[in-house]
């Protein structure tokens, strides 16, 4: 009898990878439009799905997969006589994989991002798991991978019914969060948290206290290149990292985190120059310090990287001789993440914190700064390389621990001051560290200035621009300090507070 895997995924991420390794296990591909264009493009042999179903996809590619030659080749019971007749009566091909990974509706948020083909595979293979196996995500790749190198090509039962455990915790939170999105409701009356542990950590964050990493059903998955187990500490300083470099989407960037905070963070022409420009904000703080990068590193990175102590290193993908370099340091973590940084800024997450009080929950922070809520409100205006500036300052001080200031300089920090207990001390500690580049700099402020006395250490150190959000009863004063000191100042009416 054949085999045969059906692929249709949104995310390519190493689906050319797995579709060799299945052609090596005896597999026959069926591919819809877009992925069997990007696997004919990667010279990987397939079958479009409207070729094998002998119908073409209508709606603009909205209906594809859903035809009873999909629907019944992975429904079927290899143990059910009239199933297996059924198929034969109807010329249809069992399939026994079934790789879909789902429209990204949590980044759009519209009713046309619905998936609704992928839905119904992935539930069909998961109902049927006693013969069908069922691959939702890409993070899943190597695991498949490996139970068919085990196994002489197929895969075991109880490796298949915990796929579809998976599948159908997966479709329960894409329905979920389709219902919160389109009615506007966020958060249950009751929320059940499902966590299965992943892996138990060295410690949590001291030594004595005990920790684990759990899969809370929308994690990224990430590979360990090289280097010692990672930590606790790792983790939260590899999340803390990846989130700001996922600010920036289409353009270089490089960020240095140290306890939970930046230290440095930096655009670049290239991965390099985003580094050294992140680097040179801090380079006493960057020493035992974590990377994080949107873009792959590549070998000049690495030799730049060498050259100090660093804990991890964390990317979308490094280079393979970039690997080789930084490897020669056996204790560097290398932590290659398998989800793009534009699908990692978008994840719905629960933010919960624990309290002697009770436990607190709020969705996590994604709000954007967009022109309805750009507004210059001094008689200076700020020219274009300021308003650069100043995005990307607000942009990395969403991420620093409140009071937050943070001053840049030609799409570089020069100037964090993080955790303060008022504003004026992460004022002073920012300028402090920006020293005299602080002339012509450009100022983010995670919450509104309540008093003038911000205005005037920064006049006084020559900031040309301050973006804020607004919103004290002290805003008209504040307004007129930056005039007198010929400061621009944009208002958000955002505020980023980050405890």
């Known amino acids: 009898m054949k085999k045969r895997a059906l692929i249709s995924v949104y995310d390519k991420i ?10 090596k296990s005896g597999y026959e591909i069926l591919a819809s439009g877009g992925t069997y264009k990007f696997l004919q493009e990667n010279s990987i042999s397939c079958t479009e799905i409207s070729k094998y179903t002998g119908a073409d996809e209508i709606l603009g590619g909205r209906v594809k997969t859903l035809h009873p030659k999909i629907a019944g080749a992975i429904l079927a019971r290899n143990d059910v006589q009239s199933d297996i007749e059924d198929l034969k009566a109807n010329d249809i091909e069992s399939i026994d994989i079934v790789v879909v990974n789902l429209y990204p509706f949590s980044a759009e948020k519209t009713v046309d991002f619905i998936d609704i083909g992928g839905v119904t595979l992935i539930r069909a293979a998961a109902k049927n798991y006693k013969f069908k196996t069922v691959i939702t995500s890409p993070e899943q790749y190597v695991s498949l991978i490996k139970e068919l190198e085990e196994n002489n090509g197929i895969t075991t039962e109880a490796y298949r019914k915990d796929l579809a455990k998976k599948a159908f915790e997966l479709t329960f939170k894409y329905d979920k969060e389709i219902f919160a999105t389109l009615f506007e409701k966020n958060l249950d009356d009751n929320i059940a948290i499902d966590l299965n542990l992943l892996q138990e950590l060295r410690y949590g964050e001291n030594p004595h206290q005990q920790a684990g990493l759990y899969d809370n059903g929308q994690r990224a998955s990430f590979e360990l290149l090289n280097g010692k187990e990672l930590s606790f500490n790792n983790i939260a300083d ?10 920036f989407i289409d353009v270089d960037c490089a960020c240095i985190i140290k306890h939970n905070n930046p230290c440095g963070a930096a655009l670049g022409e290239t991965v390099a120059e985003a580094y050294q420009k992140a680097l040179e904000c801090d380079p006493i703080s960057a020493f035992g310090g974590i990377v994080a990068f949107n873009n792959t590193v590549d070998e000049k990175t690495a030799k730049l990287m060498k050259e100090i102590f660093l804990e991890v290193i964390i990317a979308p993908d490094f280079e393979d001789k970039a690997i080789e370099i930084l490897k020669e340091k056996k204790n560097l973590r290398l932590v290659k993440v398998f989800e793009a940084p534009a699908k990692f800024k978008n994840k719905k997450l629960l933010d919960i914190k624990n309290t002697g009080f009770g436990t607190l929950v709020q969705m996590n922070e994604n709000k954007e700064l967009t022109k309805d809520n750009f507004k210059v409100v001094t008689e200076t205006k700020p020219d ?41 001390a992460s004022m002073e500690i920012a300028l402090a560290q920006a020293c005299d580049e602080a002339k012509d700099a450009v100022i983010a402020s995670d919450g509104f200035f309540p008093a003038t006395d911000n205005i005037q250490i920064a006049g006084q150190s020559r900031i040309s621009a301050i973006i804020q959000p607004g ?26 507070f980050f405890h």
Not at 14 to 23: D, P, R
């Open 471 to 496: 919103g004290s009863i002290k805003d008209q004063d504040v307004i007129d300090e930056c005039n007198r000191y010929n400061i621009a100042m944009i208002f958000t009416g955002i505020r980023h």
């Open 14 to 23: 190493n689906v050319v990878q797995l579709a060799e390794t299945l052609i």
């Open 238 to 247: 590899m999340n803390a990292g990846y989130k700001i470099v996922s600010e």
């Open 384 to 424: 274009a390389r300021m308003v650069e500036d100043m995005i990307f300052a607000w942009k990395v001080a969403k991420h620093v621990k409140s009071n937050a200031v943070v001053i840049a300089k030609d799409k570089r920090t020069i100037g964090i001051g993080a955790g303060q207990t008022s504003r004026i």
